[in-house]
């Protein structure tokens, strides 16, 4: 079941609070932390950054230790709020216990560095189904770092200058009608994606956040190997249009792109190891078939993207301003 809880950040370089909301029937949505009267200083009205990357659990090999030592590289120049995981965590077949050595081969040893020690925030992708994503949320409980309170939850963060920035890490597995195969091994029965949508529904209607950002393991728009993902199409894509939501996060093909379709910013973040093709379209703004993360960074006024490769470079920018028509 979806998951609301509140928890304070404290790095004071770069939040002022987070709220991490679950969907719990009937819970409250999370109110705004207080605004100081006063002018704050440069360095509290620094942006809200972190990093995001996805399909990444490969035991350190296929570039997975180089894109985690650019991300600390990164990040010790650019400290980091958070990363958010945009799922596949761990090839092929997941994790079958909180005590999995894959744990250790896929995770704590390869982002080891201290810039990398902050909340991951994770989302659950295909291969993920095929072990224990019940370990994967279990894990939460005694990880200093890993943060996957349900399948499908919400978490707020504030910039230093004010702006509040809510996330909704979705479910998408189960909305695919692939994976419902009798041949499957990536295990769905019993999931509800009617329900997860509903819960979507509510938790946007409710927001009161100045930036809305959903995070999905599948692509809605993709010009990579996968493609649109047709059902999340039908089932998520009006509600992000309803709802004015700027930006969907996700992985799954393996690369780096932007997309803009839909009065909305797409970015595939599935870079954390192995690389596929891309096919760039008529709604591709950018995309590589390259190892690599992005690195946000979210104010008042836009929300900056900086794609980073596996050497550390950066390979293209972008910045999604407030009521930009797309």
Request: aromatic share 10%; proline share 6%; hydrophobic share 45%.
């Amino acid at each position: 079941m979806p998951f609301r809880r509140s928890r304070p950040l404290l790095a004071a370089l770069i939040v002022a609070g987070a709220t991490v909301a679950a969907a719990a029937a009937g819970a409250p949505p999370p109110s705004a932390t207080p605004v100081p009267s006063a002018a704050p200083s440069p360095a509290r009205r620094a942006p809200l950054s972190f990093l995001a990357i996805g399909d990444w659990g490969r035991g350190g090999s296929r570039s997975q230790k180089e894109v985690a030592a650019a991300m600390a590289a990164w990040a010790e120049k650019n400290p980091v709020a958070f990363v958010i995981s945009t799922g596949d965590n761990f090839y092929e077949n997941g994790v079958g216990s909180v005590t999995d050595a894959k744990w250790h081969t896929s995770f704590e040893d390869v982002y080891w560095q201290s810039a990398l020690k902050v909340p991951w925030y994770v989302a659950l992708g295909n291969h993920d189904y095929r072990g224990s994503v019940e370990a994967e949320i279990e894990y939460s409980a005694s990880s200093a770092r890993w943060r996957m309170p349900a399948r499908t939850y919400t978490f707020t963060e504030a910039a230093g200058d004010g702006a509040r920035v809510q996330f909704f890490v979705l479910d998408t597995t189960p909305f695919l009608d692939t994976y419902r195969s009798i041949i499957s091994r990536t295990k769905v029965a019993g999931q509800d994606p009617a329900a997860q949508r509903a819960w979507l529904e509510k938790e946007l209607a409710a927001s009161t956040a100045d930036w809305k950002i959903v995070v999905g393991h599948h692509a809605i728009r993709s010009c990579g190997p996968h493609g649109d993902s047709a059902e999340l199409v039908r089932g998520i894509l009006p509600l992000l249009k309803r709802y004015g939501v700027p930006i969907y996060l996700n992985g799954h093909d393996h690369g780096l792109q932007h997309l803009a379709s839909d009065g909305i910013d797409f970015f595939t973040s599935g870079g954390g190891s192995e690389v596929s093709r891309v096919s760039p379209d008529a709604r591709t703004v950018w995309a590589r078939a390259a190892s690599g993360f992005m690195a946000f960074s979210a104010a008042s006024d836009a929300i900056r993207v900086k794609v980073v490769d596996a050497g550390g470079a950066v390979r293209y920018e972008a910045a999604v301003r407030r009521g930009a028509a797309r």
